[in-house]
């Protein structure tokens, strides 16, 4: 057994490392894409399709930004728009890389995974829902501030606050734990102060109330952490009442 996982371990590597040199030639990749993109036309199994987006996955890691926005995200638009949650899911993922690493071009990743969340929202699709929260987890500390920021964090907050009307608690200690490990990565970041105000510290808020019904063990930790973002929104305040008055003696003096 342990022969025939270092096996599997060894192809697997083979195969991530040969992805990666033929996605850095353009000609190469367009050719890759076609090949992707004709399979993907006459395939019906729903996992031949999770398949083929875990490829585009790859795409993603290591290809060029304008290459991934120009060949691999119409593919991932088709896999996206299946009909088939497993195969929508498999692409999350995808979704979430090309975020951090096509900030330019970001208006139709966004777009979809947005409509993702929307989804796993409304028609509770709690496997898609797991697959959102832990994508951003990943991306979160390597995105930009104004990823971070702008989409990241008021979205995972948007999904703590609907956490709280899932009646399945089963589903929601789910969706609770891999919250917690999101804040952790967010809290590992620099955030702006008022990103903290308006975003975390309510979303921490909902996260405890779930953490202390459905996984009571893990509220400590909601705890510390909302302790630390309401340290650090004091000392924000602190430190803006400081420089407001600080700018007014100058202006005093200035005036004398």
Not at 144 to 150: C, E, I, T
Not at 251 to 256: E, I, L, M, V
């Amino acid at each position: 057994a342990s022969s025939l996982k270092q096996s599997c371990m060894r192809s697997k590597q083979w195969y991530q490392r040969r992805v990666r040199e033929l996605s850095q030639v353009r000609a190469v990749l367009h050719i890759l894409v076609d090949v992707l993109s004709t399979g993907l036309r006459d395939a019906t199994n729903p996992h031949v399709k999770g398949i083929i987006a875990k490829i585009c996955k790859g795409l993603c890691d290591c290809a060029d930004p304008p290459d991934i926005v120009t060949y691999v995200l119409p593919l991932l638009s088709r896999l996206a728009n299946d009909a088939d949650v497993f195969v929508q899911t498999s692409t999350v993922l995808a979704y979430a890389i090309m975020l951090q690493r096509c900030e330019g071009s970001v208006g139709g990743i966004r777009d979809q995974l947005d409509r993702f969340i929307s989804e796993s929202v409304s028609s509770d699709v709690h496997v898609m829902m797991c697959e959102l929260i832990e994508s951003f987890t990943v991306v979160l500390p390597l995105c930009g501030p104004d990823v971070q920021r702008d989409f990241l964090i008021p979205r995972l907050a948007t999904i703590g606050v609907s956490n709280s009307g899932i009646s399945n608690k089963t589903k929601r200690r789910d969706i609770t734990e891999r919250l917690i490990n999101a804040y952790k990565a967010i809290l590992c970041s620099y955030i702006t102060p008022d990103t903290i105000e308006h975003y975390i510290l309510p979303g921490l808020q909902a996260l405890s109330a779930d953490a202390a019904e459905v996984i009571p063990e893990k509220q400590q930790t909601v705890e510390l952490m909302l302790r630390e973002v309401s340290v650090k929104i004091t000392l924000s305040k602190d430190s803006r009442s400081t420089n407001a008055f600080g700018s007014k003696v100058s202006g005093f003096f200035k005036k004398k």
